[in-house]
């Protein structure tokens, strides 16, 4: 059943050095807060799983707390290239990095099946692509019925699966509202799951019957962070900060800023308040 915490407590408490851990929202309630929690505490050696690393995951790896990645796409949406992801596999720095990638069918797939308990993800797909060259987790396989040639991947089941939304009641029931990319299935997948969201309500009266609503026993921790998906937005919350993105290209390119950042705006930050943070840290970069 989920527990309300403050965010060192929930991150403290439910992962490990050498954990697979996946931050999963897709465009909208990336849980940037989390991360830069487990950044501060030092947690290293980790497997990230994401349909679509950005600059969460640059972060994380520029730190050199990443020793594997599992992911479908992988940019600084709208901008480019993740430098920090890039400096990591072409040169080592600041460690080398182990690369497992997807289309992402299959990622949405692989979640799936290990919300399910199936131990693979069979569908349409990977014919005629190259990435079967290089991953050899894509398998194919015969269908028994059709005779068919299917597509088979691992399914993924996290040891911690991390998301940020909208809301939460005082049970402990999580709304999530906006673009969905897999955060149901990629909680509902792993072992443990931690939520931040923007605010603690009575009740969910009035939302739409078809809301993705996550129950509460589906969930270890909750912690309230007002703007933990900032720079991604928060449906109904706040927008998307394009200009932090962008200023992440300059920041991101050279390794001296870089890590200057991070101390100052991530290892040094006060963690109770993301949004006045996230404001000096543009105003410091430009």
């Known amino acids: 059943m989920a527990r309300f915490q403050d965010l060192k407590d929930a991150i403290g408490e439910n992962i490990e050095d050498g954990f697979t851990v996946a931050f999963e929202g897709f465009t909208n309630l990336i849980p940037y807060a989390a991360a830069h929690e487990i950044i501060r505490q030092g947690v290293t050696d980790l497997h990230l799983i994401r349909m ?12 050199g707390r990443v020793r594997k990645m599992t992911f479908s796409y992988a940019g600084n949406p709208g901008v480019g290239l993740l430098r920090r992801m890039r400096d990591a596999v072409e040169n080592g720095w600041p460690r080398p990095l182990e690369l497992e990638e997807h289309s992402h069918s299959a990622m949405a797939q692989a979640y799936e099946a290990g919300a399910a308990g199936l131990p693979c993800a069979i569908f349409r797909g990977y014919k005629g692509a190259d990435l079967p060259k290089v991953n050899p987790g894509i398998k194919f396989i015969t269908c028994p019925f059709s005779g068919e040639t299917l597509a088979a991947v691992p399914s993924l089941t996290p040891n911690l699966t991390i998301i940020h939304a909208q809301k939460a009641n005082r ?116």
């Open 52 to 63: 679509t690393p950005d600059l969460i995951y640059d972060q994380l790896i520029g730190m």
């Open 171 to 286: 049970k402990g029931d999580v709304l999530v509202e906006g673009i969905l990319g897999v955060q149901k299935e990629a909680a509902l997948a792993a072992k443990c799951v931690v939520v931040t969201v923007e605010e603690i309500v009575d009740s969910f009266s009035g939302v739409h019957p078809n809301a993705c609503i996550l129950p509460a026993w589906t969930i270890q921790s909750i912690s309230v962070v007002p703007g933990g998906a900032h720079p991604s937005y928060a449906h109904g919350y706040y927008d998307r900060d394009n200009a932090a993105y962008l200023e992440w290209e300059r920041i991101s390119s050279d390794r001296a800023v870089f890590l200057s950042w991070m101390e100052e705006n991530v290892l040094n930050a006060d963690p109770n308040c993301f949004d006045l943070r996230v404001e000096r840290m543009r105003r410091s970069a430009a």
